[in-house]
């Protein structure tokens, strides 16, 4: 969904009506504080009485209130709610009070009222709702659902598309991640390979050949998402080939044995006996660092319960992690090198929201906690011991480790909102890929499910003409080439002569032919009944047969249609008949296939031209592009390239692949942040990021963090355009693993 500029919010909750804020609090808070909450209803349980605004309480809670309210009186409001609550015989430990006004000083008043009351006060107001406002498509849609219509009448104005500053541009992780692409894209992979190298040598930890403990490629892999989820698509390409890597050299300087008869893997006695004595070492210091922070806390008040002492050590441990998560690289270089200190409001900020995470905490005790853990935290991250420091640098190549496998949560949200973002005009050639795949197991049907992850994240799909006209001529000669070829052979035809075919839907039928038991009922039993899944048979030669494969292709992908009149009206039509012309040799003298690619790449410049893209400011580059392999083009089209400054109009199917397989939720990686800080995982995993990996990175940090953020913003749209186009970059999720390699595995 597009941004929300912070002054269009503004303007919305000023002129907001008391029930249409509250039903955007509703729908816009439980997607930032990460739980659900439910109104409470009627005056018996201290709910609305139809004059006051209703109060809602926390999911699974009876101490944590919410209320949302349009009052200017918010001093009155709050201390009549809390009075409200404590009357029907509530115990608010905590009340979070939304409001579309503007409250100045928010945290003394949070302060004083939390004194007076016995209540924790939470109050997010104007400023916080539209800084929070673009946080993801949920709050955008709270905004768009309930509050949109109050801005309306500026569009009389003809008041231009407003755009707001993006949390992608003020951290540096997109940077470093893109321009560590750029040089991968070069042949340096040296990054990745070390940490799934890492990852391999962690994952056999506990293997023994003595004990007969060996562990498959499968197990290997199994254990690795284990722990970091949804990292298959970059892990499970990698591990045979690094496996043989770390398994190949003399005895001494093999990292892994590889016990060939069983196919199975363990580490030699020497690395089994250093990681012994790494796990020891990294116990050791994980204790330390909890004596150390029992210290500090100690110190602040020597009195102190157990029990609150205890609470002061979860808050700590807590916010230590909120902080990697929400500072991410910056906080990593920031400890590295010494020399800049966290601000003490981006401490209280993950101080604040670690309380209101701690459960246990009685209301009396949360500004008692809070000062000290404060404090204690103030004093690690600015002041640290030799033993916290320790700590904090094996955290550090946690987080680096994290980063590397792209699990990040706002580097996730980065390629989410990028991918919703785009306008694709989608190849015939990738049209009749996706429908090769048909029969394939679901998981190998690259393509298709490419298109199909591309749709549901938001992008444009856009289905041409000229590209069902392309399909439709492919399937037509495909018939031909089955009934000539192939009709009169008995049946089914052996997989060597099946791949000979030079068309990729007879070789698709001919493939799920051998394939009879795996498929059962979804098995083509026969060339009319494999046609039927694209086109009715009886159609196929006839007129009728564009519609019916526009209508089953708009309808599998939800795509837009695009006739060739509307390409057209986008292109200058000298310029269509002379690219034309330049493309005649390579489409072997088809005027009409050179014609088409022609209008397609003028196309993606024009509609480029029409939604005014290249005035735009954004860190995702250009939105409109063509996704096919048609790459023999390119070489042709260089004055065309240069003529629109060196960007290309060409998408790699692989590109789109690779970065689809980077947009899990976001939430699923805060969950992987959970289970790692500030674990025993944690800290052996912290020792497997390579070192030199890790200063490279920080390297980048530092480079990233000098940049201005306007050149930051073109420096990421650049790199992020070079790699669209880029047709020798490698990459770990790939299309290039064709029908035939999936059948031949399939059937042999």
């Known amino acids: 969904m597009e941004p929300v500029h912070p002054q269009i919010i503004e303007i919305a909750l000023d002129r907001a009506g008391g029930a249409e804020f509250e039903s955007f609090v509703n729908n816009f808070l439980p997607t930032l504080v990460g739980h659900k909450y439910k109104p409470l209803g009627g005056t018996k349980d201290g709910g609305a009485d139809g004059l006051e605004e209703p109060i809602h309480e926390k999911v699974d809670s009876t101490s944590v209130f919410y209320q949302a309210s349009i009052q200017k009186e918010y001093l009155t409001k709050i201390k009549g709610t809390v009075t409200r609550l404590t009357n029907f015989g509530r115990e608010p430990r905590i009340l979070h009070y939304i409001t579309n006004q503007e409250i100045r000083y928010p945290d003394q008043v949070e302060d004083d009222l939390t004194e007076e009351l016995g209540v924790t006060i939470r109050i997010k107001d104007r400023k916080y709702i539209a800084s929070h406002i673009n946080h993801n498509d949920q709050t955008k849609m709270a905004f768009e659902a309930n509050l949109r219509h109050y801005t309306d009448y500026l569009k009389s104005v003809g008041a231009s598309k407003l755009i707001s500053a993006s949390a992608h541009i003020k951290n540096p992780e997109i940077y470093i991640f893109l321009s560590q692409e750029m ?246 050639d990738q049209l009749i890929l996706s429908l090769s795949e048909r029969y394939l197991p679901e998981g190998d049907r690259a393509m298709t499910n490419t298109l199909k992850a591309a749709s549901r994240v938001g992008a444009t799909l856009v289905l041409t003409e000229t590209a069902i006209s392309e399909v439709v001529h492919n399937l037509r000669s495909s018939d031909r080439e089955y009934m000539d070829s192939f009709a009169s052979l008995p049946s089914p035809i052996p997989f060597d002569m099946a791949r000979n075919s030079p068309k990729i839907l007879v070789r698709s039928f001919l493939y799920a032919n051998l394939e009879k038991n795996r498929l059962g009922s979804k098995w083509p039993a026969s060339w009319q009944n494999f046609v039927t899944k694209i086109c009715q048979y009886s159609l196929l030669h006839k007129p009728e047969a564009f519609d019916f494969v526009r209508r089953n292709l708009q309808a599998m992908f939800a795509m837009d249609y695009r006739t060739t009149q509307d390409l057209e009206k986008l292109v200058d039509n000298d310029e269509l008949n002379d690219l034309t012309g330049s493309l005649m040799d390579i489409k072997k003298g088809s005027y009409e296939l050179a014609r088409n690619d022609a209008l397609m790449a003028l196309s993606v410049y024009g509609h480029r031209r029409k939604e005014k893209e290249d005035s735009t400011v954004s860190e995702f580059g250009y939105k409109t592009w063509w996704l096919t392999n048609e790459f023999k083009i390119i070489n042709e089209t260089e004055d065309l390239i240069s003529k629109h400054h060196g960007s290309t109009y060409i998408m790699r199917p692989a590109y789109l692949l690779n970065f689809l397989t980077l947009a899990p939720a976001a939430e699923e990686a805060r969950r992987s942040f959970g289970s790692l800080f500030p674990s025993h995982l944690g800290m052996r995993l912290s020792r497997r990021m390579p070192q030199n990996s890790f200063h490279k990175l920080i390297e980048k940090v530092k480079e990233a963090e000098n940049m201005d953020e306007s050149e930051r913003i073109a420096a990421m749209a650049h790199c992020s355009d070079v790699m669209r186009g880029d047709f020798s970059k490698q990459y770990d999720s790939s299309l290039d693993r064709g029908l035939d390699s999936i059948a031949e595995d399939l059937i042999q």
């Open 183 to 428: 040089e991968r894209r070069g042949g340096n992979s040296d990054t990745i390979s070390g940490v799934v190298d890492s990852l391999i040598l962690w994952a056999l930890e506990g293997t023994n050949p003595d004990a007969g403990i060996l562990y498959s490629e499968k197990d290997i892999t199994q254990k690795i998402e284990g722990v970091l989820p949804s990292v298959s698509s970059m892990i499970s390409i990698k591990v045979r080939p690094r496996l043989q890597s770390l398994a190949s050299g003399n005895r001494d300087s093999r990292r892994v044995r590889w016990h060939r008869k069983e196919d199975a893997f363990c580490l030699p006695w020497e690395s089994r006996r250093f990681i012994e004595e790494d796990n020891r070492e990294d116990e050791t210091i994980r204790l330390e660092m909890q004596s150390s922070i029992a210290k500090r806390i100690s110190d602040s008040s020597p009195d102190m319960t157990d029990r609150r002492r205890s609470m002061c050590e979860s808050v700590v441990t807590g916010a230590i992690q909120l902080i990697f998560e929400r500072e991410g690289l910056s906080f990593v270089a920031s400890i590295e090198n010494g020399s800049n200190p966290m601000k003490d409001l981006t401490v209280a900020d993950a101080v604040r929201t670690a309380l209101d995470n701690c459960e246990e905490l009685k209301k009396d005790e949360v500004r008692s906690v809070g000062e000290i853990s404060f404090s204690a935290l103030r004093g690690i991250l600015n002041n640290s011991t030799d033993q916290e420091r320790t700590y904090l640098a094996r955290l550090i190549r946690t987080y680096s480790l994290l980063f590397t496998l792209n699990r990040q949560p706002r580097l996730l949200e980065y390629f989410q909102d990028m991918a919703g973002d785009y306008y694709l005009y989608i190849g015939a």
